[in-house]
């Protein structure tokens, strides 16, 4: 029995190669040296360091290469989208119609302190992220919704039976923060990883010096023969952008793994020529507009559709690429995925019409229909400089096109969120981030069940179209239904709006090799590939 | 003397508990809490129930009179509990940033008292001569100038100087070692915030040294010090300056006590992992313990830092006593 959305997947490779680039790297594949200490800086810290309960890439870049996980995505594969083992000896094929995969953990992985890692620790890991104990938060609880139950076979097979057969099963595996943790540890204390580190990845946890850094070692023991190559790394936390450029050009750090405006790239590559590599990609986060379902005249479907008509997708691409981190024109999925609309299908929704006077002049039509011609309204933003309030601003502008003037109300993240919880706004700019490209989950965000879908509103044939779209084993059905949600979400009822999707830009130090770029800014931070040609 | 310090440290209690009845208040009014921030802004979806569960963990669903009791009670026992944010206990967590801001405000002290006094003291002696121009004009930009700014434009500066000198640019190290671990790292790192913030703080004290000595200068017993003959730089060194460093003395303390907490964009410049950092994360992650534990902190150095000055009164002019 195939997994499900497998030919999608084998598609998508060579769709996302294309997407990625990259420059000033020597063409001729050269022969990893080993030796040295990776120094990298990081804009955030962790607020814990398990990997389980948290979300931010600040926990991804400087803890990730303490950890093993099951399964991940090829760390060597540029499109970041083949799925191989880490523990497991190999990729197992569904069976019971593509409800049952069965996995067989490695023998050769060990802990840090020598201990094995055996298939309960495995069991304890998962049944921890997917149906964690009264007490432990797990952030991706939600994504694990189709199993119904995790059980260990033998002596060193783990089996986990869905409920049924989903295609965004694996790329939910594969997730970055799905860290083995030891079973005997979690039955001490489920909380135990909050503050501490004991992994089996391919470096060894030395120190934390809180506010400053993060240092690894590495682990000699290391699963996968000849890796990691570096003897170390240094995650250094640095919160301003320009700090993080400076490092960069004066070698305290080698790279910045979230992403930098085009202008630091520019500046870095005009100081420091070839010294400097550049990798870029589409970036799997978009900024959205969500309108308040529950606020008037936001109720009404013509203005949510007029706010989404009188934006210029295509011209806004072309301008706001220079200046921010934002690039793509796509809808609900990941550009350039096999399940995402291509460009003649989003043509035809509200808003990314190719005629922008077309579009304005059916904004003004629908706002006069509505009553509002002159809508006043506040959006409230992110006090975020990339993208948020370049984004932000350029909304205003094109609102004001269609004769609708709205104010910028920029908020600290902590008030913003209290806003968006409370309903406490009219429109909002608000993000939608994910790791492995899994647009059956992905597109959970717009559901009007989803704890972060802040437009309050209910819409039962949308729910029924993601259900369908999740449980469908044929892939053309399931393009199929994949545009009539986006259809619904974006254009029949308006219930979000896309902006433009995020460009990930990386400039690091040419001396520093073997890393590759991936559409999201939580993968591929494990480092065992990561060497030093210096 | 004994007493009067007695009194004053007395006298601190009431300040302490209004500072914490205020800053207690304060952080619940800011909209949004920790649980929302830590769990629920990754941008994915988020199960309501891991938030509650975390506001229950944190003591957060509590009437905010208990939290507030619970405060107070932790100040009175020493214990300042955990961060919010890091589960780590707040003693550690402030104990390794108060060395590095402890240093930069000992360094940026030491280089505006080397900067402000000599030139306030020249400034005054050769008033309204191109000597007091200088120096005038030189503390008037240093109290223009943002040391932030002024921050930014050393670290621009190392880095096309060095480009320029030696082909690769170099910028200062931005992870802290201390002093007894690596002299020339720690100094290498420390040396351009204490330089930037320094000069500064130095402008204030050079125009208030420099005040203070025209004052002083023009008294009476500088005047018959100099009919007796007494040497002129007899005369300005042990007269005049002596007195005259009262309100240097002032705006030291103050400025001293503010560079403990205060550096908070210097900080971010050169990335040190200091006390003003650490203020403005616990602040912005709505780390409620951790803020408040900072502010108890802050208030006590400037308490402290005040008593420390009315000491050193006493000791530069024997006239003044504390007895009563």
New interface residues.
């Given amino acids: 029995m195939k997994v499900q959305c497998s030919r999608l997947l084998h598609l998508l490779p060579a769709a996302l190669l294309l997407a990625a680039s990259t420059s000033g790297e020597p063409a001729q594949a050269q022969q990893p040296k080993k030796g040295g200490i990776l120094k990298f800086?990081v804009p955030d810290?962790p607020?814990?360091f398990d990997g389980h309960?948290?979300?931010?890439f600040a926990l991804a870049h400087p803890i990730a290469p303490f950890y093993s996980t099951l399964i991940r995505i090829d760390p060597e594969d540029k499109t970041a989208q083949n799925y191989v083992c880490d523990t497991c000896t190999e990729m197992p094929k569904p069976t019971d119609g593509g409800k049952s995969y069965a996995f067989k953990i490695r023998k050769d992985v060990k802990f840090h302190d020598g201990k094995p890692v055996t298939v309960a620790d495995v069991h304890a890991t998962f049944q921890r992220i997917i149906f964690p104990p009264?007490?432990v938060?797990?952030?991706?609880?939600?994504q694990f919704g189709m199993v119904e139950s995790v059980t260990i076979s033998g002596d060193d097979t783990l089996v986990f039976k869905l409920k049924y057969p989903s295609g965004a099963f694996i790329p939910a595996l594969a997730n970055p923060f799905n860290f083995i943790y030891a079973k005997a540890t979690l039955d001490k204390d489920q909380h135990w990883y909050?503050?501490n580190v004991m992994g089996s990845g391919p470096f060894i946890f030395e120190t934390h010096?809180?506010?400053?850094?993060v240092k690894g070692k590495r682990n000699p023991n290391y699963h996968h023969a000849g890796k990691p190559y570096l003897d170390g790394f240094?995650a250094?936390?640095?919160?301003?952008q320009?700090?993080r450029v400076?490092?960069i050009?004066?070698?305290?750090?080698a790279a910045e793994f979230r992403g930098l405006p085009p202008k630091s790239r520019d500046d870095l590559v005009a100081?420091?020529g070839k010294d400097i590599t550049v990798q870029e990609s589409d970036w799997n986060?978009v900024l959205l507009m969500t309108p308040n379902h529950s606020r008037k005249p936001f109720d009404d479907v013509r203005v949510r559709r007029a706010l989404s008509l009188a934006v210029d997708r295509w011209g806004g691409s072309k301008d706001l690429s220079k200046i921010a981190i934002v690039k793509s024109v796509g809808g609900i999925v990941f550009p350039n995925h096999p399940l995402a609309a291509k460009k003649e299908e989003l043509e035809k929704l509200a808003g990314y019409w190719p005629d922008i006077n077309k579009s304005r002049a059916e904004a003004k039509k629908l706002l006069k229909e509505a009553g509002v011609s002159d809508l006043k309204f506040t959006l409230t933003n992110r006090a975020v400089d990339q993208p948020y309030t370049i984004v932000g601003t350029w909304l205003l502008d094109q609102w004001k096109q269609v004769g609708v003037t709205a104010e910028q109300k920029m908020e600290?993240?902590?008030?913003?969120?209290?806003?968006l919880?409370?309903g406490n706004f009219d429109v909002a700019l608000e993000?939608?981030?994910?790791s492995v490209v899994n647009p059956l989950s992905d597109t959970?965000?717009f559901m009007p069940t989803?704890?972060?879908?802040y437009g309050k509103f209910q819409d039962d044939e949308l729910v029924k179209l993601h259900n369908a779209m999740n449980r469908t084993a044929d892939e053309a059905e399931q393009r199929k239904l994949m545009r009539a949600y986006e259809k619904r979400v974006l254009d029949e009822q308006a219930h979000n709006l896309i902006t433009l999707w995020w460009y990930r830009i990386i400039p690091h130090r040419s001396y520093m090799k073997g890393w590759n770029i991936t559409p999201s800014h939580y993968l591929n931070q494990d480092l065992s590939v990561v060497w030093l040609d210096k | 003397m004994l007493r009067y310090v007695l009194k004053r440290l007395l006298l601190m209690i009431p300040t302490l508990l209004g500072a914490a009845a205020l800053v207690f208040l304060l952080m619940r009014l800011i909209p949004g809490d920790v649980c929302v921030l830590r769990l629920a802004t990754g941008g994915g979806s988020m199960d309501p129930t891991v938030i509650n569960n975390c506001r229950v963990e944190l003591g957060l669903d509590q009437p905010y009179l208990v939290q507030f009791l619970a405060f107070i009670k932790g100040l009175a026992t020493f214990d300042l509990g955990k961060s919010m944010w890091t589960g780590r206990p707040i003693v550690n967590e402030v104990g390794l940033r108060f060395q590095l801001s402890l240093q930069v405000a000992i360094m940026a002290t030491l280089t505006a008292v080397l900067i402000a006094i000599p030139l306030g003291t020249i400034s005054a002696v050769k008033q309204n001569t191109w000597i007091d121009y200088v120096v005038r004009a030189f503390s008037i930009a240093g109290v223009a100038m943002p040391s932030f700014w002024l921050g930014i434009l050393i670290i621009l500066g190392i880095l096309i100087t060095s480009k320029a000198w030696f082909g690769q640019p170099w910028m200062p190290p931005i992870k802290y070692v201390p002093l007894w671990v690596d002299p020339f790292y720690n100094l290498s790192m420390l040396i351009w915030p204490a330089l930037a913030t320094g000069y500064r703080y130095s402008a204030v004290a050079t125009r208030m040294t420099r005040s203070a000595m025209l004052e002083v200068l023009r008294e009476d017993y500088v005047r018959t010090a100099r009919a007796k003959g007494v040497f002129r730089k007899l005369i300005v060194r042990r007269h005049a300056l002596r007195n005259a460093l009262l309100p240097v003395v002032t705006i030291i303390g103050i400025e001293f006590a503010f560079l403990m907490g205060g550096l908070v964009v210097t900080e971010q410049v050169f990335n040190l992992n200091g006390l003003g950092k650490l203020f403005v994360e616990s602040i912005s992650n709505h780390d409620y313990n951790m803020t408040q534990a900072l502010v108890m902190m802050v208030v006590a150095i400037f308490a402290f830092t005040n008593l420390v000055v009315d000491i050193v009164y006493a000791w530069l002019d024997p006239r003044i006593r504390y007895s009563r």
């Fill in positions: 800086v810290e607020p814990s309960r948290e979300t931010t009264q007490g938060s797990s952030a991706r609880k939600e909050e503050k010096e809180a506010g400053a850094l240094e250094i936390f640095a919160k301003t320009t700090l400076q490092a050009r004066g070698d305290q750090a100081a420091l986060c600290a993240t902590g008030p913003f969120y209290a806003s919880n409370a993000f939608n981030c994910q959970s965000k989803d704890g972060a879908q």
